[in-house]
């Protein structure tokens, strides 16, 4: 099925070949079954529109699948990934608003979502700037952005490609080295 799966969904590149037939008749007979008995419907077919919409379903979620990975771990530090996962969610959402034909609505309450349970982390690099009378954020500890520049997986790599703000990304990555 996963291989039916990444063959109905490509990468970006590869879009042109969707309307191939070959690619459709990947699903075993076992597997198309399968699908049959879930939905209880014998002759079940997506229509073009429906396919784009899969499609563009994996394309806003799969990276939230990345992230999810690499900050999860029992033999591991997860911790060093956080702040760069959050800012790649962001740049990743931030790039989809004007890709997106069907969830627009969605990527935008994913990213008001991301921004607001991760607000800390996001005026700690300046990309948003704390509300008067505002004490305690969510994630707004300086060991985040600590435990990133020390990572050698991480280092500052975030901060060039990630950081969306006007300021000069050398003024954050001063302020980064400061702390």
């Not at 969510?138 to 500052?156: E, G």
């Given at each position: 099925?996963?291989?039916?799966?990444?063959?109905?969904?490509?990468?970006?590149?590869?879009?042109?070949?969707?309307?191939?037939?070959?690619?459709?008749?990947?699903?075993?007979?076992?597997?198309?079954?399968?699908?049959?008995?879930?939905?209880?419907?014998?002759?079940?077919?997506f229509s073009d529109r429906?396919?784009?919409?899969?499609?563009?379903?994996?394309?806003v979620l799969q990276p939230?699948?990345?992230?999810?990975?690499?900050?999860?771990?029992?033999?591991?530090?997860?911790?060093?990934?956080?702040?760069?996962?959050?800012?790649?969610?962001?740049?990743?959402?931030?790039?989809?608003?004007?890709?997106?034909?069907?969830?627009?609505?969605?990527?935008?309450?994913?990213?008001?979502?991301?921004?607001?349970?991760?607000?800390?982390?996001?005026?700690?690099?300046?990309m948003s700037a704390a509300?008067?009378?505002?004490?305690?954020?969510?994630?707004?500890?300086?060991?985040?952005?600590?435990?990133?520049?020390?990572?050698?997986?991480?280092?500052?790599?975030?901060?060039?490609?990630?950081?969306?703000?006007?300021?000069?990304?050398?003024?954050?990555?001063?302020?980064?080295?400061?702390?």
């Amino acid at each position: 099925m996963k291989q039916a799966f990444s063959v109905c969904f490509p990468q970006e590149e590869d879009d042109e070949n969707l309307d191939d037939a070959e690619l459709w008749e990947d699903l075993s007979r076992g597997e198309q079954e399968t699908v049959d008995q879930g939905t209880g419907d014998k002759e079940l077919v997506f229509s073009d529109r429906e396919w784009n919409l899969m499609k563009e379903l994996y394309d806003v979620l799969q990276p939230f699948g990345e992230a999810t990975d690499l900050t999860q771990g029992e033999n591991i530090v997860t911790v060093s990934p956080v702040l760069p996962c959050v800012l790649s969610l962001n740049h990743h959402l931030e790039k989809l608003k004007q890709q997106v034909r069907f969830l627009g609505s969605m990527v935008k309450s994913l990213q008001g979502s991301l921004k607001k349970r991760f607000r800390g982390i996001f005026v700690n690099v300046r990309m948003s700037a704390a509300a008067p009378g505002e004490e305690s954020l969510p994630f707004a500890d300086p060991f985040y952005i600590r435990a990133a520049v020390l990572d050698p997986a991480c280092s500052m790599m975030w901060l060039h490609h990630d950081v969306l703000v006007n300021d000069d990304p050398n003024e954050v990555a001063g302020m980064v080295k400061g702390q």
